[in-house]
């Protein structure tokens, strides 16, 4: 259970990301510095904000204004790249689509996943088979949006490594059959503003996104400025802000992080709330391991936490095709 923390920590990385390729890099001091951050707020929070990433201002203030550009336009141009079952949970789904414990989500998404070719993982692959579904307007949103997911895949590989040193073990603990070959996730969201008229035919509610989890590694949260909306459950029971910090991500841990620590780390409850009468747009990375990846606690932490496992392995792949059939109403 996540402690009882009231603040959610910044953590400069930009020590890690000079010697993230070094051999010896757990004994730069920099680097320590920012390990122990790190250790900290996986352990209190489960959630920190990163600055000092290296992925220019303009590129991420930009991936959301193209956002912006594409909710505004009419429904039945968006609607033209339609998600479903038969497109692998590719493309754009409308508010209320999304469902979380039960209740519609008020939010309008494109979700994209890293490709899968045909067969590529035989048949626990076949749900999430076919390429991305891109908008052709506004032009040059899928050059932007893929430029920004090499970046993000990068940044992301750069952080699990001081993660891994975090708990001890070797740096590369997250690579290779685990998470060289990473099963990304991008969701571009918007959430319409609290009193918005354009969708009165919708349930309305004002949950932006329900209680949740997310279901990998770890996850960049690049969200407008203006608003806070996100929050984050304590060990209490308290929902604390994660008000936007201009020039930094939100960083979260997913499911698999928390088994593969044994707990040591805890994939945290959050939410998105709607109240605020402006649009809101979040474009949400998710690092994700390998989609064939066999996930268990690793000995490092096994040993750490008591020396018993605490969690059956799960494969991530049918963690997430699991998720992804319960998500949408038919
Ligand atoms: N790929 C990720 N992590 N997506 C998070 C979406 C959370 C809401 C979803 N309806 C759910 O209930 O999980
Ligand atoms: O909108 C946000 O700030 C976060 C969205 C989120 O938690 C998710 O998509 O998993
Ligand atoms: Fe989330």
Redesign the pocket.
Known sequence: MAAEFKFIRVIDISALLEKWDDPNMDQDQGVAQVVRQLDQACREAGFFYVKGHGIPDSLVKEIRSISHKFFDLPYEEKVKIKLSAATGYRGYQHVGENITKGIPDMHEAIDCYREVKHGMYGTLGEAMEGPNLWPHDPPNFKKLMEEYIELCTDLSRKIMRGIALALGGSMDAFEGNKAGDPFWVL?I?GYPGASSAHHQEMPKNDV??GA?T?YGLL?L?N?DDDIT??QVRNSNGEWISAAPVPGTFVCNIGDMLKILTNGLYESTL?R?IVNFPKYRV?V?YFYEPNFDAAIEPLDVCVKRTGGTRKFEGAVYGKHLVSKVQTNFVE
């Open positions: 969701r969201i932006g996104c949740h997310d996850t949260v969200q909306a996100l959050h998105v979040c949400a």
